[in-house]
């Protein structure tokens, strides 16, 4: 008997109606579902399985360079991630502590089992908010207009909005040497059906790749052939809520350990190439540039005679432990031999190998800044749906479709983030003018303004605009505003208090090789030097009548020590918002643009910017072209003839 699919059955069961419907419970998906249903909204979660709610499939970490800012604005937006990870990490660690601000970020080791069961249970507890278990093979789309979804089941969602969070569920597939097999992350079904329904409503979709590495027995793991990286022993959090005396993990921190590969593994990968999935053929997918194989980097980078490799600690209940590094999807059996090869690794067991997986994303060129689609209203993407990899970029992403599906709902104006306001905006604005044809990874060089997008300074950035969302209390907002006055009162003091001179100040300025003061600085001024920090200074000019907690002292700081720099930063954003003013209408026809490039008229047409400033960052777009655009948008004389 031939089995029915959802499309052939007539008779289908009708479920709640929701106000926004997000489908899929990773990153993306669970702070999308928490934005929209914390703004008001009615919010159906719908996803493959309740166990892999903000499941960590790959790396057990949060954080790193321009991941870890994103994370900090997530959490000033008013999102959970912050906040999660602050509760369950075995590790924390500030990176780049001997560079400049700008680049310095968060990374947290995580339990990652802790970490799902407290984001499971935050959603669990979340009023407006329903989590439900279900596979979703369609959507529901009448007149361009995204109205619900349909499971497999047949069940019916109608909503307002909707939002695709998929991941690497879409067409999953694992591959593991030669045995491939449709799946999920981490062996969870995948979903076969939702991709072609959105290829059959008219999206463009890629196929992308990504992989993780094996897993081994922490028993088996000789750690004094390994270098031990310990976490901070001064205390940090992601969640500018989260206090020190409210978690215990900083007393009980787990450490990680560095080993390396040698020549003895690579021999052993280059000897069974022959079987590796990435070069034989069998992987179709385009994978992260940002984080190759073990393969694909001894290979590639054949005069390196090693690669680092981080063990790291998958929980505090569990021997399993993740070979940051070691990416692969070579055989079962050369996955175990060449971990055998490795420093500390002689005698370990492996728990589970590693594998590669494809699935289907949607091009982001058929996105919008809010992320609406522009194929289908009311129908938003986010996370790795959208071409990206890391869960910081997907819960970035999932943020944002959940603030704009929730305000959609509401019938309110959209919500975006500028490139000078968040590392969450310059991805999504990366995306959506630029595309990508690999997994799109955040770094810290994509951000033309970053030091002004800084891990410190996320809540000055985006507190307010979570307040007026309504994500962000108004006990959190009060005391955001108390803390931005004593931090501008401070500043404003240090430039009317002067440094005078005195012995203890000479031998300061002396030891440093700098010229004894003859008529006293201004205490801000004083404090640009090097050499000079805040506690220092104190000790040459009266403390402020309210002292200040170290966060502030660190954003007083910062702002002082690099305020020229940061002025040249604003300045050119003011520069740029001019040319963001700059409208371009909805309706143009670039086809009676007359002496635009080839490359440019193929490009505007396919990526519809909404700016000029916009339509100058995709790549094929010069400064001749946009000259002729906007002297034909100032003529009026390029809208389509309706």
């Given at each position: 008997?031939?089995?029915l699919?959802?499309?052939?059955?007539?008779q289908?069961?009708?479920?709640?109606?929701?106000?926004?419907?997000?489908?899929?419970?990773?990153h993306?998906?669970?702070?999308?579902?928490?934005a929209?249903a914390?703004?008001g909204?009615?919010?159906?979660?719908?996803?493959?399985?309740?166990?892999m709610?903000?499941?960590m499939?790959c790396?057990?970490?949060?954080g790193?360079p321009?991941?870890?800012t994103?994370?900090?604005?997530?959490d000033?937006l008013?999102?959970?991630m912050?906040?999660n990870?602050?509760?369950t990490?075995?590790q924390m660690?500030?990176l780049n502590t001997?560079?400049?601000?700008?680049v310095?970020?968060?990374?947290?080791?995580?339990?990652?089992?802790?970490?799902?069961?407290e984001m499971?249970?935050?959603i669990?507890?979340?009023?407006?908010?329903?989590?439900?278990?279900g596979?979703?093979?369609?959507?529901i789309?009448?007149?361009?207009e995204?109205?619900?979804?349909?499971?497999n089941?047949?069940a019916r969602?109608?909503?307002?909005?909707?939002?695709?969070?998929?991941?690497?569920?879409?067409r999953?597939?694992?591959?593991?040497?030669?045995?491939?097999?449709?799946?999920g992350?981490?062996?969870?079904?995948?979903?076969?059906?939702?991709?072609?329904?959105?290829?059959?409503l008219?999206?463009?979709?890629?196929?992308?790749k990504?992989?993780?590495p094996?897993?081994?027995?922490?028993?088996?793991?000789n750690y004094?052939?390994t270098?031990?990286?310990?976490?901070d022993?001064?205390?940090?959090?992601?969640?500018?809520?989260?206090?020190?005396?409210?978690?215990?993990?900083?007393?009980?921190?787990?450490?990680?350990?560095?080993?390396?590969?040698?020549e003895k593994?690579?021999e052993?990968i280059?000897e069974?190439?022959d079987?590796?999935?990435?070069f034989?053929g069998?992987?179709?997918?385009?994978?992260?540039?940002?984080?190759?194989?073990?393969?694909?980097?001894i290979?590639?980078?054949?005069?390196?005679?090693?690669?680092?490799?981080?063990?790291e600690?998958?929980?505090r209940?569990?021997?399993?432990w993740?070979?940051?590094?070691?990416?692969?999807?070579?055989?079962?059996?050369?996955?175990?031999?060449?971990?055998r090869?490795?420093?500390?690794?002689?005698n370990?067991?492996?728990?589970r190998?590693?594998?590669?997986?494809?699935?289907?994303?949607?091009?982001?060129y058929?996105?919008?800044?809010?992320?609406?689609?522009k194929?289908?209203?009311n129908?938003?993407?986010?996370?790795q749906?959208?071409?990206t990899?890391?869960?910081?970029?997907?819960?970035g992403?999932g943020?944002?479709?959940g603030?704009?599906?929730?305000?959609r709902?509401?019938?309110?104006?959209?919500?975006t983030?500028?490139?000078?306001?968040?590392?969450?905006g310059?991805?999504?604005d990366?995306?959506?003018?630029?595309?990508?044809?690999?997994?799109?990874?955040?770094?810290?060089s994509?951000?033309?303004?970053?030091?002004?997008?800084?891990?410190?300074?996320a809540d000055?950035?985006?507190?307010e605009?979570?307040?007026?969302?309504?994500?962000?209390?108004?006990?959190?907002?009060?005391?955001f505003?108390a803390?931005?006055?004593?931090?501008?009162?401070e500043?404003?003091?240090?430039?009317?208090?002067?440094?005078?001179?005195s012995?203890?100040?000479?031998?300061?300025?002396?030891?440093h090789?700098?010229?004894?003061?003859k008529?006293?600085?201004?205490a801000?001024?004083f404090?640009?030097?090097?050499?000079?920090d805040?506690?220092?200074?104190?000790?040459?000019?009266?403390?402020?009548d309210?002292?200040?907690?170290r966060?502030e002292?660190?954003?007083?700081?910062i702002?002082?020590?690099?305020?020229?720099?940061?002025?040249k930063?604003?300045?050119n954003?003011?520069?740029?918002?001019?040319?963001?003013?700059?409208?371009?209408?909805?309706?143009?026809d670039?086809d009676?643009?007359?002496g635009?490039?080839t490359?440019a008229h193929?490009?505007?047409?396919?990526?519809q910017?909404?700016?000029i400033?916009?339509?100058?960052?995709i790549?094929?777009?010069?400064?001749?072209?946009?000259?002729?655009?906007?002297v034909?948008?100032q003529?009026?004389?390029?809208?389509?003839?309706?």
């Amino acid at each position: 008997m031939k089995s029915l699919r959802v499309s052939d059955v007539k008779q289908t069961y009708r479920g709640q109606d929701f106000d926004v419907v997000v489908v899929g419970a990773g990153h993306a998906g669970s702070e999308a579902a928490l934005a929209a249903a914390r703004m008001g909204n009615k919010t159906l979660l719908i996803t493959i399985n309740l166990d892999m709610v903000a499941f960590m499939p790959c790396n057990p970490s949060i954080g790193g360079p321009a991941k870890g800012t994103v994370v900090r604005e997530i959490d000033a937006l008013g999102g959970e991630m912050g906040k999660n990870i602050d509760k369950t990490y075995v590790q924390m660690r500030m990176l780049n502590t001997g560079k400049g601000p700008a680049v310095q970020a968060l990374r947290a080791q995580a339990d990652k089992h802790a970490y799902h069961s407290e984001m499971k249970k935050t959603i669990e507890d979340e009023p407006n908010l329903t989590l439900r278990q279900g596979i979703v093979d369609s959507l529901i789309v009448e007149d361009g207009e995204c109205k619900g979804v349909i499971t497999n089941t047949g069940a019916r969602y109608y909503a307002k909005a909707v939002v695709i969070c998929a991941g690497t569920a879409a067409r999953g597939k694992i591959i593991i040497g030669e045995l491939m097999y449709a799946s999920g992350p981490n062996n969870s079904q995948p979903a076969e059906k939702l991709s072609e329904n959105l290829a059959e409503l008219g999206f463009d979709l890629e196929r992308f790749k990504t992989g993780t590495p094996p897993r081994v027995d922490g028993t088996t793991i000789n750690y004094s052939e390994t270098e031990e990286q310990p976490g901070d022993e001064k205390p940090n959090h992601f969640s500018y809520e989260s206090k020190d005396e409210d978690y215990l993990a900083l007393k009980n921190q787990l450490s990680c350990w560095l080993t390396y590969t040698n020549e003895k593994t690579h021999e052993i990968i280059r000897e069974n190439l022959d079987r590796a999935p990435m070069f034989t053929g069998v992987i179709e997918g385009v994978g992260p540039r940002y984080c190759p194989s073990i393969e694909d980097k001894i290979v590639r980078f054949a005069d390196k005679n090693r690669h680092q490799l981080f063990l790291e600690p998958e929980g505090r209940n569990t021997e399993e432990w993740y070979v940051q590094g070691l990416s692969t999807s070579m055989p079962e059996e050369v996955q175990q031999q060449v971990i055998r090869s490795i420093q500390g690794l002689e005698n370990a067991e492996m728990m589970r190998p590693g594998y590669a997986i494809e699935y289907d994303v949607v091009a982001p060129y058929q996105l919008k800044p809010t992320l609406e689609t522009k194929v289908v209203k009311n129908l938003f993407t986010a996370g790795q749906t959208n071409g990206t990899s890391g869960y910081e970029e997907a819960a970035g992403q999932g943020i944002i479709a959940g603030i704009n599906a929730g305000l959609r709902a509401q019938g309110k104006p959209g919500f975006t983030l500028k490139r000078d306001e968040a590392y969450i905006g310059v991805m999504i604005d990366d995306l959506v003018t630029k595309g990508t044809n690999e997994p799109y990874r955040l770094l810290t060089s994509r951000a033309e303004y970053r030091l002004l997008l800084r891990n410190d300074n996320a809540d000055m950035r985006l507190t307010e605009k979570g307040h007026e969302l309504g994500l962000i209390s108004d006990e959190r907002y009060d005391a955001f505003l108390a803390k931005k006055e004593r931090v501008l009162a401070e500043i404003d003091r240090l430039d009317h208090v002067r440094v005078n001179p005195s012995a203890a100040v000479d031998e300061l300025v002396t030891a440093h090789g700098d010229k004894p003061l003859k008529d006293g600085a201004v205490a801000s001024v004083f404090l640009r030097r090097p050499y000079v920090d805040y506690q220092t200074l104190l000790q040459f000019i009266p403390a402020p009548d309210q002292p200040l907690g170290r966060h502030e002292i660190e954003q007083v700081e910062i702002q002082t020590k690099y305020a020229g720099y940061i002025a040249k930063a604003q300045a050119n954003v003011e520069k740029m918002k001019k040319m963001e003013a700059k409208k371009i209408p909805a309706n143009i026809d670039y086809d009676a643009i007359d002496g635009i490039a080839t490359e440019a008229h193929q490009k505007l047409k396919k990526i519809q910017p909404e700016t000029i400033a916009q339509a100058g960052r995709i790549s094929g777009v010069n400064p001749a072209d946009l000259a002729i655009l906007s002297v034909y948008i100032q003529q009026g004389k390029i809208a389509k003839v309706q």
